[in-house]
């Protein structure tokens, strides 16, 4: 059965560090490029970074660059995302996405429909 499932999302101060996970299953290995979306009530939604499992390549948008870090475990089947130095622009439920794609992650990839989502895990930055 194709899932992704995230977590790791709670309340944090600002400053403060959270790592969001995506459980991936049934996905075929290789095939796909897993990608961090984040979207409150009322804003649009926005690329946070991506992965490829075609050749483990990263992006990350403005909004990550130096403050967050995409990684897999591939033996796993799990995607994390480490955010560091929170602000409370930061709050936002944030998303897990696959696209069945062989290729390296880049903003290409960022007008595709993806191929699978998962729920959410909602992350609210504030003292």
């Known amino acids: 059965q194709l899932q992704l499932v995230e977590s790791g999302g709670g309340l944090v101060q600002p400053g403060g560090s959270l790592t969001l996970s995506c459980a991936a299953a049934?996905?075929?290995?290789?095939?796909?490029?897993i990608l961090w979306f984040r979207q409150a009530p009322g804003k649009e939604r926005e690329v946070v970074s991506c992965?490829?499992?075609?050749?483990?390549?990263?992006y990350y948008t403005d909004v990550a660059k130096g403050r967050f870090t995409i990684s897999a475990d591939n033996a796993k089947n799990m995607v994390y995302l480490q955010m560091n130095s929170l602000k409370p622009e930061d709050t936002d439920i944030y998303y897990c996405?696959?696209?069945?794609?062989?290729?390296?992650?880049?903003?290409?990839?960022?007008?595709?429909?993806?191929?699978?989502w998962g729920k959410g895990t909602l992350v609210t930055v504030s003292s």
């Open positions: 996405a696959a696209y069945a794609v062989q290729a390296a992650c880049n903003t290409w990839l960022f007008g595709y429909d993806m191929d699978l």
């Open positions: 049934g996905l075929r290995k290789g095939y796909y490029s």
């Open positions: 992965i490829s499992d075609y050749d483990d390549t990263t």
